[in-house]
């Protein structure tokens, strides 16, 4: 019965929603083609403020009992400077406060208003009145420390600071911290998004989207030029992140300083004189009232109103929720529509900067990036190595490629490494590498199923897009002042930026739609072949796109960059002739002795799909010919996560399974060929790379060989055919004489061509040719 009555009493509102969204949608329109045509910019005259002393403003409303609580708090610390000086600005009430601020507290000064204004009017108020450049706005409910005000000052370092936020704590320890200080913003797909972060890694001032209404410090001529605290968004919440908006679209700065202290009680009087299904409808109506005012590029703004019915109609359907607004909210935004096109003309007013930017800009990779200092030639460069999976142990052909890279860059950058893993212990296991790394950050990541139907993403992609990874990234990039963002994987791809000083680097382990491409040759059922398909569609849209932006690219082989080419030539001056795909050979001896006869390895990793569809068109279609002409023959088969043995041929004498080795090289020199027979991926199999290395002959498919060899015999056996695959076998065991000259090739290759040493020497000159490039044309 509750839910038909709420849908009978939603439904005249459910009937006019298109109505008033289109004629909000067309208004805005006409009032964003009448500025074009007769709108003017206002001029910025930023001047550095005074930081020498600050007013604290206070506004209050029947607080009297908080007020003779935490007002002593202010008042001690602000006796540093006899210009500091306390205002509170009484809000009609009905408590006493007034007198008793005057009997108790006579050298606050109180500003007796006749009606209640709410928060924004009093503060206002208080701006107004304030003697100094430095406006301190705390709440009512707010314990200060006594050296809470000088770092805030500090933070007004020069003329383009427009507030600074205080670290905020609650006195119970107990109590989730909800508020921090260190605020975050992001366009959600047609709605804004917004959180306060918790990170104790960031000690010193860091930009971040608003600063807190109750807990923060403000230039006070910049807040003015603003306009202050909009009515428009009456009567409580999201002025302050209004006027962050407006500040970083402004051209100036936000920063939370966590060295300035203040204990938030929660003893506010809005919860406890409002209902909360009002209070989520103000809330509602003033997320509207935000992006109507000062979302000002249209491609957002229509996204903007698609969700925004869309969320509501679902609200009416399914009941209200405070991840999405409703019709009650969208009926009270278009009330106020003539309000929203007056702060909205005014907002574009003062805007220097658009609104991806202002997006931009508080994230602390593109703070750095726009207003960090830069040399073309940095004396020692900061690298940001960024990985998908775990890089200890190298488990896995690209973990060998990864480990090797970061081993040499260490000694050669400042490196610092970030790293998803996938279970917490993995973290003791990369030691090693946080050992030579400059930082070191590890995430493990969630086990949560990402909902793709209808996605144009990849699912390799969706898979790692991770809020807390991208705040790992961009604080990094902030406090190392990092120069290169080295992405590896297709899938990192997404975390590159529109940077205009700083190099973004990915190495494509390999080309993923081309993996995925060849794989669709494969046998397997429709339904399955159909999303495959899907997949390299969203995959040749998504890893195009992405190359583009990218400063440098780094390939396996030159065939993987001539396919490359052969969609986007002009990827050519990014794509030179740094290749990845090395090992450091060094670590591996080459072993001349005696092996077990009649024995073949296969190796890798089996959460690596190439490699389960290589094994099982070996077992089915080549060992079969092996056992028939050298029945002793044996198949051994090691790697992480290999398949359980029902699902392998019934094979117990001819097939062993030993799974994860500590030590690779153990097999490499006890087993006497190296077989390859993949059949889909792209890029360079890294256990070649080992086996060449090691001294063990190799027969392989030619994409199994892809980057390293053309030729039949000239480093390893080719051949595609499984009665062919299995002659190269037997002629190796039966010839070892024949093996040995090819791997002697082999070796002298790997050594010169395929050392991770001497590829990341280049690598690292690389990076300096491309940044050198770059921020001289800045």
């Known amino acids: 019965m509750n839910t038909a009555t709420r849908l009978l009493k939603g439904l005249p509102l459910l009937l006019l929603s298109p109505i ?24 910025r005259n930023d001047t550095r403020p005074n930081t020498d002393s600050a007013s604290v403003v206070i506004p209050n409303w029947n607080g009297k009992d908080l007020m003779e609580k935490y007002l002593p708090s ?24 007034v007198a008793f601020l005057r009997q108790h507290f006579p050298t606050v000064r109180v500003i007796a208003l006749p009606h209640n204004l709410g928060f924004g009017g009093g503060s206002n108020t208080g701006f107004r009145e304030a003697k100094n450049d430095i406006v301190v706005l705390l709440n009512s409910d707010m314990r200060v420390a006594e050296d809470f005000l000088r770092p805030l000052l500090d933070a007004f370092h020069d003329e383009s600071v427009f507030a600074a936020a205080c670290q905020i704590f609650f006195s119970d320890p107990k109590k989730v911290r909800e508020e921090t200080g260190l605020t975050q913003c992001w366009w959600d797909n047609g709605r804004l998004g917004a959180r306060h972060r918790i990170d104790d890694e960031i000690g010193d001032i860091y930009p971040c989207f608003y600063p807190g209404g109750g807990s923060s410090a403000f230039d006070r001529r910049k807040f003015l030029e603003l306009g202050a605290f909009d009515h428009l968004l009456r009567p409580f919440y999201l002025e302050d992140t209004d006027l962050g908006m407006l500040a970083w679209k402004r051209g100036w700065k936000v920063y939370y300083q966590p060295k300035s202290h203040v204990w938030h009680e929660h ?3 809005i919860g406890r004189t409002h209902s909360r299904d009002y209070i989520q409808n103000i809330i509602q109506k003033n997320f509207l009232l935000f992006l109507w005012k000062n979302t000002h590029e ?6 903007h109103f698609l969700r925004s019915w869309a969320d509501a109609f679902f609200s009416y359907l399914a009941g209200p929720s405070p991840e999405r607004t409703n019709l009650n909210a969208l009926w009270r935004a278009f009330r106020q529509l003539p309000g929203a096109i007056v702060s909205r003309w005014r907002a574009r007013s003062l805007a220097t900067v658009s609104d991806t930017e202002a997006f931009r800009r508080p994230l602390g990779g593109y703070f750095y990036d726009r207003f960090g200092r830069h040399s073309a030639n940095p004396q020692q460069l900061n690298v940001l190595f960024l990985s998908p999976y775990p890089i200890c142990p190298p488990i896995h052909g690209g973990g ?10 260490a000694s050669r950058t400042r490196l610092h490494v970030i790293a998803v893993l996938d279970e917490e212990w993995q973290i003791e296991q990369h030691d090693p590498l946080t050992a030579i790394s400059a930082t070191a950050h590890y995430l ?53 930026g529109d940077y205009h000083n700083i190099v973004n680097a990915v190495f494509e382990h390999d080309v993923y739609f081309q993996s995925i491409g060849r794989g669709l040759g494969q046998p397997g059922a429709p339904l399955r072949k159909a999303s495959a398909f899907f997949e390299y569609l969203r995959a040749i849209r998504f890893e195009l796109n992405m190359l583009e932006r990218m400063d440098h690219i780094q390939v396996c082989s030159l065939e993987n960059r001539n396919y490359l080419l052969s969609f986007l030539p002009q990827l050519g001056s990014k794509m030179d002739a740094t290749l990845r795909a090395g090992i450091d050979t060094s670590s591996y001896r080459r072993h001349t002795e005696p092996r077990e006869p009649f024995t073949m390895l296969f190796l890798g990793s089996f959460r690596h799909i ?13 060992l079969p010919l092996v056992v028939e002409r050298c029945p002793q023959a044996k198949l051994v088969i090691v790697g992480s996560d290999p398949p359980p043995r029902h699902s392998l041929p019934a094979n117990d004498v001819n097939i062993e ?33 080992e086996a060449f290395c090691a001294g063990i002959p190799v027969v392989s498919t030619v994409i199994g060989a892809e980057g390293l060899s053309e030729q039949d015999g000239e480093v390893c056996y080719l051949t595609d055919d499984p009665r062919q695959f299995a002659d190269r076998i037997l002629h190796l065991f039966e010839h070892p004489e024949a093996a040995g000259r090819m791997m002697e090739k082999a070796h002298e290759y790997v050594t010169t061509e395929r050392d991770i040493v001497r590829m990341t020497e280049r690598l690292v000159d690389a990076y300096r040719t491309v940044l050198a490039t770059k921020r001289s044309k800045r």
């Not at 209808?454 to 969706?462: D, K, L, N, T, W």
């Open 20 to 43: 008033f969204i289109s004629l909000t949608f067309l208004a805005l329109l006409v009032a964003d083609l009448l500025f074009l045509l007769a709108g003017r910019k206002r001029p």
């Open 74 to 97: 202010v008042v001690k610390a602000l006796k540093g400077h006899p210009n500091n000086e306390v205002i509170v600005v009484d809000n009609g009430s009905t408590d006493g406060s």
């Open 267 to 269: 003893r506010g009087t």
């Open 298 to 303: 249209w491609k957002r703004m229509s996204i």
């Open 400 to 409: 060998v490629f990864m480990h090797g890279t970061t081993n040499a860059l």
């Open 444 to 496: 493990v990541r969630p086990d949560v199923q990402q909902f793709g139907f209808g996605a144009i993403s990849p699912y390799a992609v969706r898979e790692f897009a991770n809020a807390d990874l991208d705040w790992i990234i961009h604080r990094t990039m902030y406090l190392e002042k990092v120069d290169v963002l080295q992405l590896e994987y297709t899938n990192m791809g997404q975390y590159a």
């Open 610 to 622: 190439p490699n389960q569809e290589a094994l099982d068109w070996f077992a089915k279609y080549v």
């Open 657 to 689: 399974i030993r799974g994860f080795v500590e030590d690779v090289q153990e097999p490499l020199r006890r087993y006497s060929v190296f077989v390859c027979p993949i059949l889909s991926g792209s890029g360079v199999r890294v256990k070649l790379l």
